[in-house]
C-alpha cells in the first residue's frame, strides 16, 4: 500500500484499524453479554415449611422412643411446645428401683422432619429437661448428635456435635437445605438416675425453626419417660 497524493493516507487506514477494533469489542461484548443471560441460574426461592414429623423408618437408625401422641400442624406450628403433639415416651422408664438397667445406659431418638421446599437456614435447639420429679439435664448427657438423609444409605448434612453445651443442650444452625426429609439424630446417656421419673416426666425438648417465606417455620418434639 502506498502513502501520499496517490495512495491512501496514514489517517485513513489508522481510521479503518479503529472501527475494525471498535466493532469487534462490541461484538465480543454481545456476545459475552447474550452468553452469560443464558447460562445465568436462576435464584433460589425459599418457601418451604415442616410438612410432617415422625420416627425414622428407612436406614441404620436406632431409636429407643415410641411414638405417644401423633404430630399435628397447630398455628402453623408443628408439634406443640412442652407436650401435645409429636410426643415420644422412651421404651423403658427412667426409675432405677424398677429398672436398674436403665443408669449408664445409651439411648437413641431418630425423628424425620419433612420438609416440603427449600429453606434458608434451620436453628437447631434441644434441651435436657429437670421439670416434674425427673431431672434428666443432671442424669443424662448428649454423647452426640448430627443431621441426615432419610434414606436406606443416609448421608449426613449438617453435625450438630460440636454445638452441645455442657453436655446437656444444643444449639445450632444448618445452612441452607433443599425440599427433602432429614433425620435428627441424637444419642444420649444415662448416668445415675435419681429421683425416678413419674410416666410422663418430660427427658428434653427439640425446638426447630427454619428461615423461610411458608407458613409452618416451626416444630416441636417433645421426649418423655414411659
Not at 148 to 154: F, K
Request: a negative charge.
Amino acid at each position: 500500500m502506498k502513502f501520499g497524493n496517490k495512495g491512501v493516507s496514514p489517517a485513513v487506514v489508522l481510521l479503518a484499524i479503529l472501527m475494525i477494533v471498535v466493532v469487534s469489542f462490541v461484538a465480543i461484548y454481545a456476545y459475552t453479554t447474550q452468553m452469560a443471560a443464558l447460562i445465568a441460574v436462576p435464584a433460589v426461592t425459599y418457601d418451604g415449611e415442616f410438612d410432617d414429623g415422625f420416627l425414622a423408618t428407612k436406614g441404620w437408625f436406632s431409636n429407643d422412643f415410641t411414638e405417644q401422641v401423633d404430630c399435628n400442624i397447630t398455628s402453623d406450628i408443628l408439634g406443640w411446645k412442652e407436650d401435645g403433639s409429636c410426643v415420644y415416651r422412651s421404651t423403658i422408664a427412667w426409675n432405677a428401683t424398677a429398672q436398674p438397667s436403665i443408669d449408664s445406659r445409651d439411648w437413641y431418638f431418630a425423628w424425620v422432619v419433612d420438609l416440603d421446599g427449600n429453606v434458608k437456614k434451620m436453628d437447631v435447639d434441644f434441651e435436657l429437661k429437670n421439670t416434674g420429679t425427673l431431672q434428666a439435664a443432671d442424669d443424662a448427657t448428649i454423647v452426640d448428635a448430627a443431621i441426615y438423609t432419610h434414606e436406606d444409605n443416609p448421608r449426613k448434612v449438617f453435625d450438630l456435635k460440636p454445638y452441645i453445651e455442657d453436655n446437656t443442650e444444643i444449639d445450632a444452625t444448618t445452612g441452607p437445605l433443599t425440599g427433602d426429609e432429614y433425620v435428627v439424630y441424637m444419642h444420649i446417656r444415662t448416668k445415675a438416675v435419681s429421683p425416678a421419673a413419674v410416666t410422663g416426666d418430660n427427658i428434653g425438648l427439640l425446638d426447630l425453626k427454619i428461615d423461610t417465606s411458608g407458613d409452618v417455620d416451626e416444630a416441636f418434639a417433645t421426649l418423655e419417660s414411659l
